[in-house]
């Protein structure tokens, strides 16, 4: 027997780990919640502004969160990747640029759609914090 998973059973465990995927996140969108991670929050209020490549969107998250947020290269484009994956953001356009492709994202209306939900979301937790705090 293999130390691989399903060895010795006669089947894969890729079909089912594919089809627990498909179940689990094709056509689903995030609501609105802990599904949607801060660094895409940011990912995503970038590109209300319009169409950005890598490069820029990582600039400018750095200034928006005042520098406590940068994702690393390899963690931004993992993160371009599942929210085009969800239909958040789609390319827009490519270009070459010294001899490097450079691609440009847009946010879709879904996208638009899950990071008003999770503004609004932070706002009202942020609300029954400061509805308690009694003036000093």
Known sequence: MSGSPGAGRGRSREPRLKRFV??????????????????????????????MHGHAIMKEIAALSGGRVRPSVGTLYGILDRLCER????????????????????????GRDVVLAEARRMQQAAALVMNRIQPA
């Open 87 to 110: 239909g958040m953001i789609t390319v827009d356009r490519e270009e070459t640029v010294q001899g490097r492709v450079r691609r440009h994202f847009r946010v879709t209306e879904a």
């Open 22 to 51: 498909e179940r689990n996140t094709v056509g689903r969108m995030p609501r609105g919640t802990a599904e949607v991670s801060e660094p895409m929050y940011f990912v995503l209020t970038v590109l209300l502004d319009g169409p």
